[in-house]
Structure formats: structure tokens, C-alpha cells
Nanobody, 125 residues
Framework: HVQLVESGGGSVQAGGSLRLSCAAS????????MGWFRQAPGKAREGVAA???????TYADSVKGRFTISRDIANSTLFLQMNSLKPEDTAMYYC????????????????????WGQGTQVTVS
């Protein structure tokens, strides 16, 4: 079993930046790919970005060029650098872990992931 804890959320003005972190613990050797998701009030959860075991990454069109996903394997930590934030980026952000080595084109589907964090709130005004 894997536990995930997000941090780094907060309130920021439009155009600002935040860096989210997700610390993994437990059976971390079972994690091969990870992702970030977000959910705004009244909206469905959506995939933001994902990183495969080989380090390749993919992004939702809405965040391409502004967000960067990365991971520190040695410290079992996932990051999401968010730049040029917009009010529409306001949401609860969740990290998720997958046992798959490669998430493929359906990386944004929740059923690809087996462990989820509790979320960290990002508010952009």
C-alpha cells in the first residue's frame, strides 16, 4: 500500500507561480508512473499531467507550456511546477500513483491509478 501526501498549495494572483509536492511512502517500489489531477467545485476531476516510469511526461492541453511535472525518485517525491497561473486553474489538486510502467494515451483516466492523496487547494485570483 502506498500513501501520498500533497503540499504546496495556496492562494496566488493571476500570473503567479506555485510548486506542488507529493510525498510517497509505504510500498513505493510498486509505483512506476504518477499523475496530477484537479477538481474544481461543481466540475468533474480532470487529469493535469502525468509522468511515466521512463521519465516521459504528458499534459492536458489547458496547462501545456505553463505546468511542468517532475519526480525525485530517490526521495519518492512528485512535483508540479505551475507558472502563469490563471483563475481557471483554481481547484483541489491531487496526486496519484500507478503500478503501470507506461500510462499511454489514456493517462487521464482515474482507473489507471491505485493510490490517491488527500489533495491540496490552489486558488488563483
Amino acid at each position: 500500500h502506498v500513501q501520498l501526501v500533497e503540499s504546496g498549495g495556496g492562494s496566488v494572483q493571476a500570473g503567479g507561480s506555485l510548486r506542488l509536492s507529493c510525498a510517497a511512502s509505504g510500498v513505493t517500489y510498486s509505483i512506476h508512473s504518477m499523475g496530477w489531477f484537479r477538481q474544481a467545485p461543481g466540475k468533474a476531476r480532470e487529469g493535469v499531467a502525468a509522468i511515466n516510469d521512463n521519465g516521459s511526461s504528458t499534459y492536458a492541453d489547458s496547462v501545456k507550456g505553463r505546468f511542468t511535472i517532475s519526480r525525485d525518485i530517490a526521495n519518492s517525491t512528485l512535483f508540479l511546477q505551475m507558472n502563469s497561473l490563471k483563475p481557471e486553474d483554481t481547484a483541489m489538486y491531487y496526486c496519484a500513483a500507478s503500478p503501470l510502467y507506461y500510462l499511454g494515451s489514456s493517462w487521464y483516466l482515474s482507473n489507471k491509478y491505485v493510490s490517491w492523496g488527500q489533495g491540496t487547494q490552489v486558488t488563483v485570483s
